[in-house]
C-alpha cells in the first residue's frame, strides 16, 4: 500500500476532522500518500481530490464539522456510481480507501469492497453511537454534552414557571443520546426508539412525579421514539389526559451535530485514524477500527451494520431509580 484516500460521509460528527488529521499524520508518518476525498461518495465519483500532506491538517483538530464536507450520495447506491467510483480511484493510483462515518457508510463501503475488490477500513463517526462493536462512536460525546447543557437551560425556566418541558434529541435509530443526556441533565423520563412502552412508563412517570410534590419536569425524546406521535402531538396527549400540567416542547435538532469537540473525541478520533492506517498496512480490510473497553479492535462491517446496538439496561434502572 502507497496511497490511501480518506473521505467523511452521512450525517456530520464534531471530531471528524480530527479523525482526517489522524489519518493524514498516521501516512505521513507510515511513508505514505493521503489524498482527502471532498463531499463524500460522492466527491469519489466526482473526482474531487486533494493531496494531504502533514501540514494540510494543521488547525482543525479544534473544529467541528468536517473541512472534507460530506454528502449523502444517491448515485453511489447505484451499481453505476459505485463502478465510477471504483475507476476513479484505480486512476488516481489510490490502494485503500478510510471511510469515516455512520452505518450508511459502511454499507457503502461494504459493497465496494464487494463488487470490486477494494480494501476499506472504516471509522465510526455519528452522533448518534448507534454502531455495533465499538462503544462510543466519534461525535457523541460532544452532542451528549451539547445537549446536557441546553437541558440545564431549559431547567432554569422550566422551574421559574413550574412547566414541564419535552426535549426533542437526536436519535433516528438509537436512544443512546436521550437515555444519556436524560440521566445527566436529570430528566424525569425518556422516550427512545428501543422501548415501545414509552407512553404509558411516561404517563405514570409524570403522576407519579406530581404525587412526590415536584412541581416542573423534563422529558427528553427520542426523535426515532416509536409512539407514533409526534413531539407536539405528545404534548397534546398529555395536556388532554392529566391535569394541571403547563407544557412547552423544544426541539434542539442540528445545534447538536455542531461545535467543537470534547477532549474525549478528540483523543477518540486521533486512536481510530491511527488505528485505521495501522489495521490497512496489517493487510485488513473491510473492517471498521472500534473501541472496546478502552482498546483499539477491528470489527467486520457486516457485524457492525447489521446487529443493533444492544440498549443500556443498566443505565435505564439508575433512571428509574434517581427519579424516585
Ligand atoms: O445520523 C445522525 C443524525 O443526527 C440523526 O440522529 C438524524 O436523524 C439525522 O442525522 C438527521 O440528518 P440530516 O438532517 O443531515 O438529514
Do not use: W
Not at 20 to 38: E, K, M, P, Q
Not at 65 to 78: H, W
Not at 288 to 300: A, F, L, Q
Request: hydrophobic share 40%.
Amino acid at each position: 500500500i502507497k496511497k490511501i484516500g480518506v473521505l467523511t460521509s452521512g450525517g456530520d460528527a464534531p471530531g471528524m476532522n480530527a479523525a482526517i488529521r489522524a489519518v493524514a499524520r498516521s501516512c505521513a508518518y507510515f511513508n505514505l500518500d493521503c489524498i482527502g476525498i471532498y463531499r463524500g461518495y460522492q466527491g469519489l465519483i466526482e473526482n474531487d481530490f486533494e493531496l494531504l500532506t502533514a501540514r494540510s491538517v494543521r488547525n482543525v483538530i479544534n473544529r467541528g464539522g468536517t473541512f472534507l464536507k460530506s454528502a449523502r450520495s444517491a448515485e453511489f447506491r447505484t451499481k453505476e456510481g459505485r463502478e465510477k467510483a471504483a475507476r476513479n480511484l484505480t486512476r488516481a493510483g489510490i490502494d485503500a480507501l478510510v471511510v469515516i462515518g455512520g452505518d450508511g457508510t459502511f454499507t457503502g463501503a461494504m459493497l465496494l469492497q464487494q463488487e470490486h475488490g477494494f480494501p476499506v477500513v472504516g471509522i465510526p463517526a455519528t452522533i448518534d453511537n448507534d454502531i455495533n462493536g465499538t462503544d462510543y462512536t466519534i461525535g457523541y460525546d460532544t452532542a451528549l454534552n451539547t445537549v446536557v447543557d441546553a437541558i440545564d437551560k431549559i431547567r432554569d425556566t422550566a422551574s421559574s414557571h413550574n412547566r414541564l418541558f419535552l426535549v426533542e434529541v437526536m436519535g433516528r435509530d438509537a436512544g443512546d443520546i436521550a437515555l444519556n443526556s436524560g440521566v445527566g441533565a436529570g430528566a424525569e423520563e425518556i422516550l427512545i426508539p428501543e422501548e415501545d412502552k414509552g407512553v404509558e412508563q411516561m404517563m405514570y412517570s409524570l403522576e407519579k412525579s406530581r404525587k412526590a410534590g415536584k412541581t416542573s419536569s423534563i422529558i427528553v425524546v427520542a426523535e426515532g421514539e416509536k409512539s407514533g406521535k409526534n413531539i407536539f402531538e405528545l404534548a397534546d396527549f398529555i395536556g388532554e389526559n392529566l391535569e394541571g400540567y403547563d407544557i412547552r416542547v423544544s426541539v434542539l435538532g442540528h445545534i447538536q451535530r455542531g461545535g467543537a469537540p470534547s477532549c474525549y473525541d478528540r483523543v477518540l478520533a486521533s486512536r481510530l485514524g491511527v488505528g485505521a492506517i495501522e489495521a490497512l498496512l496489517r493487510g485488513e480490510s473491510n473492517v471498521m477500527i472500534g473501541i472496546t473497553n478502552k482498546i483499539v479492535t477491528s470489527v467486520d462491517f457486516e457485524v457492525a451494520i447489521k446487529e443493533q446496538k444492544p440498549l443500556d439496561k443498566e443505565l435505564r434502572r439508575v433512571l428509574n431509580i434517581t427519579t424516585v
